[in-house]
């Protein structure tokens, strides 16, 4: 059979990869070795979260179904960091993990030009270093114009509860066998992680009297522009660990496969498991846990990933206030998996050695539902290119997070799971949440990926911004007008003063002033849509920063495409160190902004580049 484009994994990448192919009206197969698991949530019953939730909104601003499902599926919604300012301000979603993967499966069932298959790849056929077709291990095969492979922690995944393992994918559900071979064939390096998951709790035997009630805000935004208003039907918990907790992991951790004698692989330095945190912050008295209603029944307490023993979980989780009756229903687990080094991959998530093959996921080496879902749609998309004959699909650093990332993967590899965040962005005031949808739907409408509702609430959102945008740059501020704001709204005394009339946009510059204070001076603007409001007031209010970063960028990008030579000998570069060397001689960077993100490369490692290449320039020739 042949399909234009095969995807194989039914996870977060797999689904948003498929969907992206079906799209741009390619014939499209999803492979996946359970078809009632594609869209399940494995760890976690959330989305979003500091560069996570601009990732949802990157993923929904190009079509995709991440925030859709993550919307439909809330069972509670929260603004988080947004005293830090629009840069790190990010929605975070808990849901409902049955809800969010049968709504996922019910999307994917309807999209008419996805061919769902059961069964188990483990054959790439390649001819001339161009991939021809897929093959599963129960001999059928399969011909396409390209492939996208995802999997997250099912190659050859081992799941540890404390010594005790068993081959799994995830708990219950085994584990693929088969990929290893099938990618080391054709030249791909393999390697092995680790992260682990908490336990769940039956909901029934918590108490949360005397704990701080967490509950959702109300004036958060969804994360796609196709929902409605944020549903909070949940309050959610914080308590924390303390000595006794501490006391009672340092008496059994060598009983954890994490700190065994023979321990798994790397996990996650930004998402530890208990373990970490209390053999690596010794210092630290306690460490915080939010308690997640996990459907009807179940608590997760996010904060307590572990790879303890059953028994020694549930004595822990006894020592924790709120918890000194809770009941493990689920031991929290450990889990070792396979992943492919990035670095075989060219920025398009297409592999370096085969034409037409493209990796998306934590087989990458991420963490994260999010940091997979758009992978996933930005392998979808460039597979969908290339069994099209079109022209790659590529966003620079400073357009999207999402190409911070496959950025970072595909020129740094990693070694650990690489995790999102707003500081890796360079330009991260103009790559917020509120501006996902005015930086990327525009490209997704001309690859044909937007539907007609979002193009029309991108054409709606413009439309008011430019209105209201105009309205503000002419409207006079006097001192009239704003004693009649002061006596109506929490106007600063500081911000009152004038020496000349000035208009709205200008005055909307000072601190404490907000959109919402000419509200009662301009028609019309009260009824504004809250993100066409967010995105004007932030793009008025950080003008000056965003002109400056945007000039910054362009000069960056400039220099970051300068081409490195091949032949180049990095020992003789004056002023490099040993460690920039050797990452450089390893990495081989074909661009200077390449190497300057390699592990050990820093920006005087870069001007000492710089001056030799000019000193020698012949090299580039």
Known sequence: MLFDVIVVGGGHAGLEAALAAARVNLKTALITMDLRSVGRLSCNPAFGGPAKGGLVREIDALGGYAGLGADAAAIQCRILGESKGP???????????????????????????????????????????VLQSI?????????????VVTGGTFWNGQIYHGLDSTPGGRVGEPPST???????????????????????LLSSSVKTEGLTEQPGDSQVRPFSVLS????????????????????????????????????????????PSLEDKVKRFPQRERHYVFLEPDGPDLIYPSGLPTGLPPLVQQELINTIPGLENAVVARPGYAIEYDFSDPTDLAPTLESRLVKGLFLAGQING????????????????????????????????????MAVMLDDL????????????????????????????LRLSPIAQSLGLLDQKRAKALEAKQEAMNRFGAVLEGFKITLEVIKKMAAQTDLSARDCSLAAPVTAAEFLKRPSVGLRHFYGLIDGLAEIDPGAALSLETEIKYEGYLVRQKTEARKAIKRENVEIPKDIDY?????????????????????????????????????????YLKRHSSLTK
């Open 135 to 147: 093959g599963l291990g129960d001999g059928r095969k399969f011909t396409c114009g390209s492939a």
């Open 366 to 401: 991420t963490s994260g539902y999010e940091e997979a879902g758009a992978q996933g749609l930005w392998a979808g998309v460039g597979a969908a290119m290339r069994a099209s004959g079109r022209e790659p699909f590529r966003l620079e650093r400073d357009e999207a997070l």
């Open 571 to 611: 020992s003789k570069v004056i002023g490099l160190t040993g460690e920039a060397i050797e990452s450089l001689s390893r990495h081989k960077p074909k661009l200077l902004g390449q190497a300057g993100r390699l592990r050990g490369v820093t920006p005087a490692s870069i001007s000492a580049i710089v001056i």
């Open 410 to 437: 595909t020129v740094s590899g990693v070694s650990e799971p690489y995790r999102m965040f707003t500081s890796r962005a360079e330009w991260r005031l103009s790559l917020r949440e509120d501006n996902a949808d």
């Open 87 to 129: 840069a790190a301000r990010a929605t975070r979603n808990l849901v409902d993990r049955q809800t969010y993967s049968r709504l996922a499966q019910e999307f994917i069932q309807d999209v008419g030009r996805i061919t769902l298959i059961e069964g188990e790849v483990g054959e790439f056929s390649v001819k001339e270093g």
């Open 228 to 271: 409605g208003p944020p549903r909070n039907l949940v309050s959610c918990f914080l308590t924390y660990t303390n000595a006794k907790t501490h006391l009672i992991v340092e008496r059994n951790v060598r009983s954890s496969i994490i700190y065994a004698e023979d321990p798994v692989s790397a996990g996650p330095r930004y998402c």
């Open 178 to 200: 088969l990929m290893r071979k099938a990618l080391s064939s054709i030249g791909h390096k393999l390697g092995r992680l680790s992260t682990s998951t908490a336990p769940r």
